[in-house]
């Protein structure tokens, strides 16, 4: 990418931020939780389409999902790019979602300039519901990624944080059946299906000491509701999280051996399903992440440190199917959570500005680079080539 077209994006990004900071605040001013993004969406669709995008709605029949594309009637590679725009419950954007997409609406507006120079499509994914539906796994199990040969994102966070692991995440609940009785006059007529949760809750608890680098967590979903009826229903769900797929199905396969002792134990039956959209370990392409590292850092943002997250999202699946990369970017604010108010007034901030401009200039300058570099688009596709291969090889 040679110096002229790399400071025209940054111009760019430099002259549009008056309306990607309208973007933001809007977002702010009127959070929407997940599967409820109707303002989110149709604001941000009317933006892209008043830049000359093609925007399809309603993916797969997501409601408020989009894809907007543009294509420079070259040919080129496809830059993907990721916006987010649910909001929390009761603290709004505590996660930083509409700066989520704003940064990516703004990387979109510059590259158009890249793809025209140089050929090449750009499409932005609209994916809803991350922090509760999960709306990027459904969409990469139907292809909906298929067009694009990357995908990229940015998500705010208190420090900068380099593209890397997150876990898999699952969630099960466990339900047990019994027989009712009463418990004063007939026990011996019961079935208790609580002693068989609590027998449950308790195996789990034991053998979860054994296993590394994982979180099991359970709260009780049912117990009964009096004391002088023996409960002929009982539940217990969890929250799994792992390093991978592959070590959430041990976990899985645990819990049901646990799930049939404890029924067994007493005498009642069960069964285990998943309650909440699971989400597979984010997968990070290093080449591509190099790159988004390199310009940011370029730019002024400060280092870009290698650590892991514990944490899950559902850009892991579309890392499954897509190279991908999903870097943090700090809002100077070390001492604040995510997820909480404080997070989200942050980003209305002079350094949630600062933090949409630098990101937005690292994403379209990381873009722009994939489009003129046949040799970096090979580099990266070759290391997703061998991750592909290597999970086929555990299957």
């Known amino acids: 990418m040679d110096a002229a ?30 599967g ?30 989009f894809q907007a594309v543009y294509d420079s009637g070259k040919a080129g590679p496809a830059i993907g790019l990721m916006c987010e725009y649910d909001a929390l419950p009761l603290m709004g954007h505590g996660c930083g979602h509409n700066l989520i997409a704003a940064a990516s609406a703004g990387a979109a507006f510059a590259l158009q300039a890249a793809a025209d120079e140089v050929g090449g499509k750009i499409i932005v994914f609209g994916t809803p519901a991350e922090e509760c539906f999960a709306c990027k796994g459904p969409m990469a199990e139907a292809g909906v990624f298929a067009e694009a040969d990357v995908a990229m994102m940015v998500h705010p966070s208190p420090t900068n944080r380099s593209s890397g692991k997150t876990t898999a995440l699952d969630a099960w609940q ?29 195996l789990v ?9 994982t979180n099991i967590y359970g709260v009780f979903a049912a117990a009964g509701e009096k004391c002088s009826v023996i409960p002929d229903y009982a539940a217990v769900k969890y929250l799994v999280r792992g390093e991978s797929v592959r070590e959430l199905n ?23 399903w998943r309650n909440e959209p699971p989400n597979k370990n984010l997968v990070t392409n290093s080449t591509l992440s190099d790159v988004f590292n390199r310009h940011y850092q370029a730019l002024g943002g400060g280092e870009m440190p290698h650590t892991d997250s514990p944490g899950s999202t559902d850009m892991g ?64 596709k070759r290391e997703f080539q061998e991750f592909r291969e290597t999970v086929s090889a555990a299957d």
Not at 8 to 27: F, S, W
Not at 205 to 213: D, I, P, S, V, W
């Open 36 to 65: 409820e993004e109707k303002k989110a969406s149709r604001f941000l669709t009317k933006k892209l389409e008043e830049h000359g995008f093609t925007v399809t709605r309603n993916l797969i029949d997501i409601p408020y999902s």
């Open 317 to 380: 699946d579309a890392s499954y199917v897509i190279p991908a990369i999903h870097p943090w970017v700090g809002l100077d604010c070390p001492q604040l959570s995510l997820h909480s108010e404080a997070f989200a007034r942050q980003t209305v901030t002079e350094a949630g500005d600062r933090m949409l401009r630098l990101s937005a200039q690292a994403l379209a300058l990381t873009g722009a680079e994939v489009l003129s570099d046949e040799k970096l688009l090979k580099a990266i």
């Open 250 to 272: 041990k976990i899985r396969n645990m819990f049901q051996r646990c799930a049939y002792a404890a029924a067994g134990a007493v005498g009642a039956q069960c069964k285990i």
């Open 5 to 34: 077209l790399k400071a025209k994006l940054i111009n760019i990004v430099d002259e549009n931020m008056e309306e990607l900071r309208a973007i933001r605040t809007y977002l702010y001013d009127n959070p929407e939780v997940g």
């Open 205 to 213: 608890g034991f053998e979860k000491q054994y296993l590394k680098n």
């Open 174 to 202: 466990i339900d047990f059946f019994g027989k009712a009785a009463h418990a004063g006059t007939a026990p011996e007529e019961g079935i208790n299906a609580l002693d068989a949760a609590v027998h449950f809750y308790t």
